[in-house]
C-alpha cells in the first residue's frame, strides 16, 4: 500500500470519527438535558422526500461551491425516507433499503431534534453498519440533516425532506 492511499485511509478514518463524535455528543446532550425518548416521535412517522430545490438554494447561499459542484452534490436524485415505529425505509432512485432504527434522543436548542442510530446489513447479512444521524426540524412538515453528517471541516451541505401528506406527490413547497 502507498503512503498516500494509507494517509487517505487515515484521513476517512478521522472524518467518519469526527462525525460519530458529533452525533454523540449531541445525543448526550439531550439525554442529559432530560429529553429523551426512546420512541419514534409522531412527528417523523409517515415518508418524507427529498427536497433537492432548498436543499440547492441553502447551499447557494452558504457555500462558495461552484453551481456544478453544488449540483454534483445535492441534485437530480429521487430520494424518500419513510420512518415507521421501529425502521425506516430508503428509496433512492428505485432502489429500497430497510433499516432498523433506534432513538438515541431528542430535545432541541433552538428547533427540535432526533438523534437516531440506524443498522444497515447487507444483503448476506455478514456485515453491519451503524448510522448515526441528527434530524433538524425547522417545521413539523420539514427537517434537514448535514450531508456530510457532521463531519468536522466538511462542506456545510443540508439535505432537507419535506413531509409528503396523504394526498401529496411531494413536489409541492409548503412554506
Not at 498516500?4 to 439525554?31: E, G, P, Q, W, Y
Request: proline share 2%.
Amino acid at each position: 500500500m502507498s503512503l498516500t492511499r494509507h494517509r487517505s485511509c487515515s484521513t476517512i478514518r478521522k472524518k467518519n470519527l469526527n462525525a460519530k463524535l458529533t452525533v454523540l455528543l449531541t445525543a448526550t446532550f439531550l439525554i442529559l438535558s432530560g429529553c429523551t425518548k426512546n420512541e419514534v416521535p409522531e412527528v417523523m412517522i409517515g415518508t418524507w422526500v427529498y427536497d433537492s430545490d432548498l436543499s440547492i438554494e441553502y447551499a447557494k447561499e452558504n457555500t462558495n461551491f461552484a453551481d456544478k459542484k453544488i449540483q454534483h452534490f445535492l441534485g437530480g436524485e429521487e430520494l424518500s425516507v419513510e420512518y415507521t415505529p421501529d425502521s425506516m425505509i430508503i428509496s433512492s432512485n428505485g432502489e429500497e433499503m430497510k433499516e432498523d432504527l433506534q432513538i438515541i434522543g431528542t430535545g432541541g436548542w433552538g428547533a427540535f431534534q432526533v438523534a437516531i442510530k440506524s443498522f444497515v446489513k447487507s444483503k448476506n447479512n455478514e456485515i453491519e453498519v451503524d448510522i448515526l444521524r441528527t434530524l433538524n426540524f425547522e417545521k413539523e412538515d420539514r427537517y434537514w440533516i448535514y450531508l456530510s453528517d457532521g463531519v468536522v471541516g466538511g462542506p456545510n451541505l443540508r439535505q432537507y425532506f419535506k413531509k409528503k401528506g396523504p394526498n401529496q406527490s411531494g413536489d409541492d413547497n409548503s412554506e
